[in-house]
């Protein structure tokens, strides 16, 4: 008997259980890196930024929230958030190209629904895919390369102050409008990806899928409000603006 992931609905179905694993991630990652908007209110984070002493005792939430980030929990969640996001591109490149061929033409996304069919981010989610893992490639050169992979790898130079590595990365407008542009795609991503995941595990009726399509924009919004203000607010730290 044929393997039941060999099908579309085996293939969809791990696409959505990643999707859902990257979005509690994309919380995570998003709460911690608003502390630092946090900080700016409470005077510390150009203190802190500034001052060894201060960042060494810690003080300052988005240094706490880095501290986590850095612990053996996180290093162990590394290669399975590593995994999550290999298997979701790869199963989305599956169901693409199978829509695609199935339909017998360039239909970037199959869509089982009015609201799908009427809706741009379902017609586009493997462009807007493109787009998200071309900039993340670009985002782990800037965080991750810097604090993670020294740490855990021993490669390149240790950056310490989490706090000068948003102003160093953020602080430029062009910088700053490239991140733009990734948290849109992000957001359309999301709004499509959030109601289209609980709708592959069955909570498909008329009821749910309202409810379901309104919690998704609420949640993609969310999330891309966190990294957009931590991203405003580095810019602003960056050029003395405020501070």
């Not at 309104?214 to 957009?228: E, M, W, Y």
Request: contains cysteine; positive net charge; charged residues 10%.
């Amino acid at each position: 008997m044929p393997n039941a992931f060999h099908y579309s609905i085996g293939r969809k179905f791990i696409q959505a259980i990643s999707g859902a694993f990257l979005i509690v991630f994309l919380l995570l990652h998003g709460t911690i890196n608003f502390f630092s908007v946090i900080d700016s209110f409470t005077g510390k984070f150009g203190s802190v930024a500034a001052d060894d002493k201060l960042f060494s005792a810690g003080d300052g939430l988005f240094k706490l929230g880095c501290d986590f980030m850095s612990t053996s929990f996180i290093d162990i969640m590394v290669p399975i958030l590593a995994l999550g996001v290999f298997v979701h591109i790869i199963y989305g490149c599956v169901i693409t190209y199978r829509n695609i061929k199935a339909r017998g033409g360039v239909k970037r996304y199959e869509a089982q629904s009015v609201a799908a069919a009427d809706s741009w981010a379902a017609k586009n989610m493997f462009v807007l895919g493109i787009v998200i893992l071309g900039i993340i490639l670009f985002h782990l050169s800037h965080f991750w390369a810097k604090m993670q992979l020294p740490e855990m790898f021993g490669i390149g130079n240790f950056e310490n102050n989490p706090y000068l590595l948003l102003e160093a990365t953020f602080g430029k407008w062009w910088m700053l409008l490239l991140y733009i542009i990734w948290f849109v795609a992000i957001w359309f991503h999301l709004c499509h990806g959030f109601w289209s995941m609980f709708q592959t595990v069955g909570w498909n009726s008329q009821i749910w899928f309202k409810r379901l399509k309104v919690i998704g924009v609420i949640v993609a919004s969310l999330i891309v409000c966190l990294f957009l203000a931590t991203a405003v607010n580095a810019f602003l730290q960056a050029n003395g603006i405020i501070g």
